[in-house]
């Protein structure tokens, strides 16, 4: 027997059994990670009066958006008892879209209102919505409250009502980032799935808060637990902008929609950093009148920022078919991001 041919011989077979071992290990691992699964891009419509624009259609056509969250209305205490506010006038055919009726509960109506009500709370919700949109128009319902330590078990219990009243709907909660990082003090919401709200992350009653919208800074010190957190998350983006008016140091106003054009009449602002400025007289802005002295900060959406905090996100998501949902849908809005800057912003899910 020729030893130096053997010794070949066995390499060889050790070889390709190491090959093969390799292999099967990436078939195996192939056949374990989830599909990957296109992200579908939704809007939400938080004004009380909807009435779909020509522009905003083609705008929802151009992203091939499905899906719109439409406030229904807001639950908040009144005169000793929670009360419908804002209730949605829908004016437009939405039959082309899945809609989702989202309803805003404040904190303060969980704060007052007694356990032993919360079963009459959760039927008159459930017929408020149904005023509102069909049975048959919806699959999803989505409830928003930005829930404290003193409210979590009365508003999971609420949300254990609401799903009596939807036994075949899908329920849906809004998260904000700190109640993934911290899910376990803060709690799971009894729903099906979760939209985690990445915005409004930063101080906005703090005058040196840089952009109190989306600071991906700020995103950044709270990614974590998220392969963890029990529920399916969607993902809210901001696209909106506004102006803050401080006076004597406190937030005194919000503007919606207030951009530096409408601050450029020299007589009156004065700007001393890009989005900072000093009111120089006594004056009206938009029907409000304003002191010497004022100041006010525009925050607005960059899509460097939106681009970053993607990227972050979607580093810690796992996998799975969720919604990109961009806060939110108005003609205002969308002029200042075209379509194909979301559709960017899309690809990194």
Known sequence: MNIGTSKYRLRSIRLLWKHLIGLLAVLYLKSCTPAYV?????????????????????????LHVQKLYLKCFDVDWQNGAPYPTAILQMESD???????????ITNRTLLEIEA???????????????QVFPKSRFQEVQFDCDWSGDTQQKY????RLLRQQFPKKTLSATIRLHQVKFFERTGVPPVDR????????????????????????????YLTNFEEYPLVLDVALPMFHWGLLFRDMELSRIFNNLRAEDLEDSTRFQAFTENRYEVIKDTYLNGHYLYEGDRIRLEYITQAELIRTARLLSEQLPFAARH??????DTTTIQQHPHENLELILRYF
């Open 116 to 130: 032993t009500q919360l079963p009459d709370l959760a039927q008159k919700i459930a017929d408020k919505i149904l």
């Open 324 to 329: 990109i949902s961009f806060y939110h849908l």
């Open 194 to 221: 979760g939209m985690l709200m990445c915005y409004n992350v930063g101080k906005i009653d703090d005058w040196i808060s840089e952009n109190s919208i989306l600071d991906s800074d700020i995103v950044r010190q």
């Open 156 to 159: 999971f219990e609420l949300l």
């Open 94 to 104: 939405l039959n082309a879209y899945e809609l989702v009726p989202t309803i805003f």
């Open 38 to 62: 296109p992200p579908q891009a939704a809007f939400y419509h938080w004004q009380t009066r909807f009435d779909l624009s020509a522009a905003e259609s083609d705008y929802l056509a151009a």
